[in-house]
Each structure stands twice: as C-alpha cells, then as structure tokens.
C-alpha cells in the first residue's frame, strides 16, 4: 500500500471514463478537468491502469464522467476492472440512460450506483440538470432498485435556497427504495465557480436537523472522516469537502483524467500524463509514475491555512475564454 507524506493510504482511483454529457448541470466541476479532452482511454487502457494500480494497494474503484453512460462500451469498461477482483466498484450516473444497461452492468460486476437526483420537484430539476427528465430517472430509480445492487446511493449537491428544504422529502424517498442519500456541498469548481456565492450552503443548519431527527453512527475512516447518520432507518453521508482539513486528512483518492492523466486532488492540476505507459503497456512505468503521484499528494484544505484555490479561478477563466 502506498502512504503519501502525510501518512494517508492511496485506496481509491475515480476514473472519469469521458468528458461529454447529455446534462448541462448549473454547478458541474467536470471532475476538476479542463474541458473537451476527449476519452482517450479503451476499455482495455482502463483495465491495464485498475490493474497497476490494485498492484500499488488500490481496492476501490468509482467510474465516472461526464457521463459514463454514453460510452458505449461502459460495460466492457466495468469488466475490464471488475475482473480483477477489485474490493469495490461503483459508478456515478445521471441515471437517464439506467433502463438500458443496469442490468449489464450489474451482471459485468459492477457493485454500486451513486445516481444523481438534487430535486424531486421535475421544474428544479429542469433548472438544475438543464434536461426535463425527472420522471425518466425516478421510473429508472424504481427499476434499478429491485436489480440487487450492493448499494444505490442518491446524490444531491445542496444548493441554497433551491433544493435544501427538500431534504426531509428526499430522506423519505430514499427510504421507500432502501437507498443511502449523499448531501454534498457545493464546491466552487468549474461551472459551479460561478454560482458558489449564490448557493454555497455550508451545511451546518442540514447538519443540526441531522442531530435533532436522525442520529451519528460514526464517520467514513476510509473516506474524507465523512459523517454518517441515520434517519428513518436511511443512511446519509455528509460530504463537506470545502475548507474542510478533516476531509483533505482523510482523503485516500487520486483521479484518472478521461485523457490518461493522473490528478492528485479535485483542485490540483493533473501531475503525471499515464497516456504513454498506458499506451506502451509499460506496467512497470506506469507504477513508477504512480508512485511518483503519490509522492505529490498533499492535502488541498489544511488547518490554520485558507483554502487553496488560486488555479480554480484560474482555470475558470480559462474555461470561459475557450467555450
Ligand atoms: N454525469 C454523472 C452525474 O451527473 O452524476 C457523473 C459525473 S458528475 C461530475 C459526478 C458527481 O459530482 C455528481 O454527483 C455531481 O452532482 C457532482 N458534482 C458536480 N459538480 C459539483 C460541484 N460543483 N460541487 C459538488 N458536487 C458536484
């Protein structure tokens, strides 16, 4: 296992498997990744990277996007990693495109689901998604629900004055399904750089009504000391990640960009380009760039220090000037 230099395990790689959508949502930080980089990894490349990477301690596995669900070999892409005997491997998804491979994907080996859902009300999640399809993704929740999933777990990014009074309707919607519900802070990342001002909420007040109706079972040791209630038997798993040096001290995660690169944190620019070892097969390469990752990972909040988000901005700028 590797530990990097400030005694955290490297557990987990989320691996962004494309950069298109069919959502244009109002906050997406498109994975902390430049924009149109293309998917240029194979089912194959992506399986050789699992493999390198279960041989450095990796044991988690999250496929993610854009959407994962527009790759058309997705599942070629989940049985590339799951048949390596990986302790976890979960996807998150928009859960517009469910209906037509859950049941590949379940059967491929992919354990979890993290669907996207951050209203209930279909004339916000029209605003917030920029696609009117609440229904489709709830008949889709519906299905996936009875497929025998390890885990669904919904996720809601709480935005201010939109969506937080919601929360007690989504706790009882998850637990007609028996689904866990993630509240995530907003981060101010990509399109959501913009609009942090207007919907940041810090959760604390969601973090109160958690005390006072539900109860703390624990925290996430092996991700970001994420906090752990339970309400009306449903699970809910906080993520505050901004401005939060708990979270960067738990944090057991690198990113695979959808252009082979490896990014050590959401905020950080990518440190090491993978494509050639990837390409060459060079697994001994492509270990030794890992390591050298690894090396680089320091946490992005820290105590006593304010947040570092100076090539955010940067990159917002950026994005603005080549769209
Ligand atoms: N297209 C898929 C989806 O919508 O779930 C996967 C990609 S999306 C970038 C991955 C997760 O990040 C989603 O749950 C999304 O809601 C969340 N997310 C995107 N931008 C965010 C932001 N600025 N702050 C917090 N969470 C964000």
């Not at 919904?154 to 309707?169: F, Q």
């Amino acid at each position: 296992m590797l530990i990097d230099g400030y005694g955290r395990p490297w557990l987990k790689l989320r691996i962004v498997v494309d950069d298109t959508c069919n959502y244009r949502c109002i906050f997406c930080h498109f994975e902390g990744q430049a924009r149109f980089q293309g998917s240029k990894l194979s089912a194959e490349d992506i399986g050789f990277v699992a493999e390198a990477a279960m041989e450095l301690g990796v044991e988690d596995f999250k496929i993610t996007g854009g959407e994962p669900l527009l790759r058309r070999d997705i599942v070629d892409v989940v049985d590339a990693i799951s048949r390596l005997g990986p302790k976890d491997l979960s996807m998150t998804t928009n859960g517009y495109l469910l209906d037509v491979y859950a049941k590949d994907l379940l059967s491929h080996g992919l354990m979890r689901l993290n669907v996207s859902l951050h209203s209930l009300d279909p004339r916000k999640y029209k605003f917030i998604t920029g696609v009117d399809a609440l229904d489709r993704v709830l008949e889709n929740l519906d299905y996936v629900s009875s497929l025998g999933f390890k885990q669904v777990k919904i996720n809601m990014v709480v935005l201010r004055g939109l969506n937080t009074d919601e929360i007690p309707m989504m706790i009882r919607y998850a637990s007609k399904y028996g689904f866990t519900l993630q509240l995530i802070e907003l981060m101010p990342m990509g399109d959501g750089f913009p609009i942090f001002s207007r919907y940041y909420d810090d959760l604390s007040d969601v973090i109160t009504w958690l005390n006072r109706h539900g109860k703390l079972l624990g925290t996430r040791k092996d991700l970001h000391n994420r906090p752990i209630y339970e309400v009306d038997g449903v699970r809910v798993e906080i993520v505050k990640n901004y401005n939060n040096p708990t979270f960067c001290a738990g944090c057991t995660t690198m990113r695979l960009t959808s252009d082979g690169k490896l990014k050590t944190c959401l905020y950080k620019e990518p440190v090491v380009d993978l494509l050639p070892y990837i390409k060459a097969r060079d697994k001994e390469g492509l270990k030794k760039a890992m390591v050298f990752a690894n090396s680089l990972r320091k946490p992005n909040f820290v105590e006593g220090v304010s947040g570092g988000l100076g090539s955010v901005r940067i990159r917002v700028r950026l994005d603005k000037l080549t769209l």
